[in-house]
């Protein structure tokens, strides 16, 4: 899929998933960067309760406008947020993968587990699936391989 404008993505509200009835979500895609200069400078891929850069309530990969993948958890307006080491590939695709129960949220990258999130998880509020990428001057361009989501675990 590539952009069109400076912000583009999708945000999927039919499928309206929550962990307040104890569910356990998955989320899963592949993903790869653009090597142009039309690489988005701000991502979010995952599960969040609307289009935005910063959904209100939310699970999902970013990138906190930098070049690593980072991690968040968000419920209204506070978050946690971690840095994973792990640089936005534009020559190979990466598997994102988030595992999230009411208690905790896995975030895999390639199969290894590389951020747990114990902490302003939304547990109330239905989220749906987001694809967001924006970029302030040229249209972004990104590529998704497929989007898995489900409400039980599935194995690596």
Known sequence: ?????????????????S???????TYE?????????YNP???????????????????YFGNAGTGNWHTKTIVGTVQ?????????????????KIVATSTSVLFYIDDVLKATHTTDIPTTAP????????????????YLDYILATNTVRNN
């Open 19 to 25: 962990l307040a009835t104890s569910n356990t979500l």
């Open 80 to 96: 946690t947020d971690t840095d994973t080491g792990v640089v936005i590939s534009m020559t190979a695709y990466q598997k994102l």
């Open 127 to 142: 989220m749906g699936l987001v694809q967001y990428f924006y970029r302030a001057v040229q249209n972004p361009t990104y």
């Open 41 to 59: 400078t701000d991502v979010c891929i995952g599960f969040g309760d609307s289009f935005a850069p910063t959904p209100s309530n939310a699970i």
């Open 1 to 17: 899929v590539a952009g069109g404008g400076s912000a583009v993505g999708i945000y999927t509200e039919v499928l309206q998933y």
């Open 29 to 37: 895609t592949r993903f790869i960067g653009d090597t142009s200069i």
